[in-house]
């Protein structure tokens, strides 16, 4: 049988707060992959995260096929927004979220993966994150502050880690981020700059895969998503509608599962595809493939 097998690999997946997003999905299959996970999650979330962890309310959701439970092997602070400790504004580092979580940037990450894990601690890198804090304006009506703010976090921080994690990796390392088909195609309601920055992220996902695959032989993929209701997307505020409206106009009709990315996540960070790299992998149930709305009268489903 041919298997998706990542024993004995470690996987950092950056942007874990809750089990209701994509991160979440991709770390579970990756743990019933048998690889092991770290997660880095962004300070202002992490208190909840952990109290989430330790009253329970997350088990229904860790319980892998074998019984066991997702365990994070260790739970990082990461603000992906900040490459080193010393861009962080002070009014942030002082923060009461932040002031105890130790060096919380990409920098300060990397350097606690080695002291815990040695020279090289990973094989796998998930990058499943992205804020922009005026999503819900339009392009039009949208702050340099906010359209910069977006391109940061959500686009320039994949630069950032691979910069700093690829050299950590060892052999046959693989990236994999996630993006949005509003990059290419108009999605009213997604605004703030945060097309934008999906349509940075994909490009990037090219140029860092020729140059992260030369210099260190990792491979950069980028899983083009369906709508999901995470906590992330609802901040959209039209998120029911759309993964309606992809449920009701894809070539396959029943709801995208979070598991599903969290597939082929593990299966785009496994040997398995160690040919694909500088891709876009839609895993929309067809989506991206439609050019029209399907109408009324020759809506039909199985
Ligand atoms: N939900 C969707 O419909 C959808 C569709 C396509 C792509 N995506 C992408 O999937 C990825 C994961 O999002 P999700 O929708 O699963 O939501 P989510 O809420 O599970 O994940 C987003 C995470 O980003 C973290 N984050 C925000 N700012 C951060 C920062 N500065 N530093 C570190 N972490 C930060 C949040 O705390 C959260 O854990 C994002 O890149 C998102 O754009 C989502």
Do not use: Q
């Not at 990542?6 to 992959?33: C, H, M, N, P």
């Not at 208190?47 to 319980?63: C, P, Q, V, Y």
């Not at 097309?195 to 994909?202: D, G, I, M, R």
Request: charged share 20%; glycine share 8%; hydrophobic share 45%.
């Amino acid at each position: 049988m041919l298997n998706i097998d990542l024993t004995g690999r470690r996987a950092l997946v950056a942007g874990v707060a809750d089990d209701a997003g994509y991160g979440f999905a991709i770390a579970k299959s990756l743990a019933e992959a048998g690889a092991s996970v770290v997660v880095g999650t962004w300070p202002p979330a992490l208190n909840i995260f952990l109290n989430l962890l330790e009253r329970g309310k997350m088990d229904a959701s860790r319980a892998l096929a074998s019984g066991a439970k997702l365990e994070f092997e260790r739970i990082y602070p990461l603000d992906a927004a900040f490459t080193t400790l010393a861009e962080a504004p002070a009014d942030i580092r002082e923060n009461k979220r932040y002031k105890d979580t130790g060096d919380f940037s990409i920098d300060g990450l990397a350097t606690r993966l080695v002291s815990d894990f040695g020279e090289r601690p990973l094989d796998i890198l998930v990058h499943s994150l992205a804020n922009g804090p005026e999503v819900k304006k339009p392009l039009l009506e949208t702050s340099r502050a906010g359209y910069l703010t977006a391109m940061s976090v959500s686009a320039y921080s994949l630069v950032a880690m691979l910069a700093r994690f690829a050299p950590l990796m060892r052999p046959g390392g693989s990236a994999v981020s996630l993006t949005y088909m509003a990059s290419e195609r108009v999605i009213p309601g997604y605004g703030g700059g945060m097309s934008s920055a999906k349509a940075a992220l994909e490009s990037d996902t090219r140029v860092l895969a020729f140059e992260a695959g030369r210099r260190f032989g990792c491979r950069v993929n980028t899983i083009s998503a369906g709508p999901l209701a995470s906590r992330a997307a609802s901040a959209i505020g039209i998120i029911e509608k759309m993964v309606e409206y992809v449920a009701e106009n894809a070539p396959l009709t029943d709801k995208l599962a979070a598991s599903e990315v969290g597939d082929v996540a593990a299966f785009l960070s496994s040997p398995l595809a160690s040919a694909i790299t500088g891709n876009t992998v839609y895993v929309d149930k067809g989506y991206h493939a439609m050019g029209m709305a399907v109408p009324p009268e020759s809506a039909s489903t199985r």
